[in-house]
């Protein structure tokens, strides 16, 4: 059987440790031991930029002429590669990502898997709190906001990430995005309680089943498509 071979680790402030694995082939990220994703398992994340950015591409009349999409969470990149294929050229995909060595372990091991994503020039990467990046923005900043950051608001890869969640933010949220743009979230799991979270801060939400991969029977993630209600 061949082996998990460690490529590199990171301990977050609130102990939390992040490491990245190779075996046979594949690459896999882990959190304090647990399986977060892989490079077998992509679908979902490619379905988040599919889904985030799908009114942005419905018709090229009301398309933005320079698409500003933010992806929260960089992990392994297969939804910013897939975000980068589907805009097109003018566009600004910024990458939120609070972890300075999973950006690193994009530009070197994860390269042979995506190629190099951070070096488009399209591509903003800044390191950083999410919660920090969205609250130094102003109104209307982005058409499209993509957020990979936790499993659901209930089940937190740090705990620091709670306030993402709060009505406040939500409200902040509300506000960066234009007028006809929306956020996406993806979530292992459906998370009723936060979609009327969403509902209640003046969102219009929609719910999409996310397969973990193209072939799976069971499709038991899901992303939420929340737009201003206004």
């Known amino acids: 059987m061949k082996p998990y071979v460690k ?11 992040f490491s990245l694995h190779q075996h046979d082939g594949k690459f896999y990220l882990k959190y304090n031991g647990f399986d977060l994703m892989s ?29 500003r999409i ?7 990149g297969f939804t910013l590669k897939r975000t980068l294929e589907l805009v097109g050229r003018p566009a600004t995909v ?10 690193e372990w ?26 920090d990046v969205i609250s130094s923005k102003e109104k209307g900043s982005y058409d499209a906001l993509l957020l990979d950051i936790d499993n659901t608001p209930d089940d937190l890869i740090t705990a620091g ?17 234009t007028p006809d743009g929306c956020v996406a979230y ?21 719910a999409h089943a996310a397969k973990p991969h193209e072939k799976s029977k069971r499709a038991r993630h899901c992303i939420y498509v929340a737009t201003r209600g206004d």
Request: hydrophobic residues 40%; proline residues 7%; aromatic residues 6%.
């Open 7 to 17: 490529l590199g680790e990171s301990k977050m402030s609130d102990g939390t440790v």
């Open 186 to 206: 993806w979530l292992s799991e459906p998370a009723p309680k936060f979609k009327k979270c969403l509902v209640k801060a003046g969102f219009h939400v929609e």
């Open 39 to 67: 490079t077998a398992l992509t679908f979902s994340e490619e379905l988040l930029a599919e889904i985030g950015c799908a009114a942005l591409l419905e018709g090229k009349a009301s398309r933005p002429h320079h698409p």
């Open 94 to 103: 910024e990458v939120a990502e609070l972890m300075p060595p999973l950006i």
């Open 70 to 76: 933010l992806i929260g969470g960089l992990g392994l």
């Open 106 to 131: 994009n530009r070197t091991f994860l390269v042979e898997h995506n190629g190099p994503l951070l070096e488009d020039p399209r591509t903003k990467i800044t390191q950083g709190d999410l919660f």
């Open 161 to 177: 990430n709670a306030r993402l969640y709060s009505a406040s933010f939500l409200a902040k949220i509300k506000q960066v995005l």
